[in-house]
């Protein structure tokens, strides 16, 4: 497990490297769409949440193939724990946003970095455990969610839906112009 341990903290890493530097990727691509579809577009709190999403994804790709005997296990836990941060992303910034009544900046970035820690620690006890391999049912729900979540994405970066969750901040009461929006192919 120390190797396991080990890899949880490059995992972590990986993920506050990788995740920092997407921000930016869309714009460094000249708004490239495929670029679009797996980095953030805009400022909302939805495309904030590939920041986590995305990187600890392909980590768990790569970790899943080092780990070859136990896949499955470190497989599932890596995703359980990818799912419980992305979705905390946005619990925690409108819980504080609520509580202060406006956007701090550096706590945004400490949303990202905590969430980051939950989702590796989450896994890292679970792969401990072993409590997500018991049955191989929980191993294909961590996979489905993971995958219906990973559309979501791909289909609301195309066409948001209404909710406070999609709108950029950088567009509210702003000029008609659009920055950072997806484009559209229609």
Not at 28 to 50: R, Y
Not at 99 to 111: E, H, Q, R, V
Request: hydrophobic share 50%; charged share 10%; proline share 4%.
């Amino acid at each position: 497990m120390i190797q396991l341990k080990r890899y949880t903290v490059a995992g972590i890493i990986f993920v506050w490297i990788t995740g920092s530097l997407a921000h930016f990727l869309y714009a460094w691509t000249g708004n490239n769409s495929i670029a679009g579809l797996f980095t953030p577009v805009n400022e909302s709190v939805w495309e904030h949440m590939k920041l986590l999403f995305f990187p600890m994804l392909l980590y768990s790709f790569f970790i899943s193939v080092i780990f070859k005997s136990s896949r499955l296990c470190i497989a599932s836990s890596l995703l359980w724990g990818n799912l419980a941060g992305t979705l905390l992303i946005p619990v925690f910034y409108y819980a504080y946003t609520f509580i202060l009544a406006k956007n701090i900046f550096i706590l945004d970035i400490g949303i990202f970095i905590l969430c980051t820690l939950i989702a590796f620690g989450l896994s890292y006890k679970l792969s401990e455990s072993r409590a997500s391999c018991v049955h191989k049912i929980y191993a294909a729900l961590s996979a489905c969610l993971a995958l219906i979540l990973l559309m979501c994405f791909i289909i609301f970066t195309i066409r948001p839906p209404g909710l406070k969750i999609f709108e950029d901040p950088a567009r509210t009461g702003a000029t008609s112009e659009k920055p950072h929006s997806f484009p559209s192919f229609s």
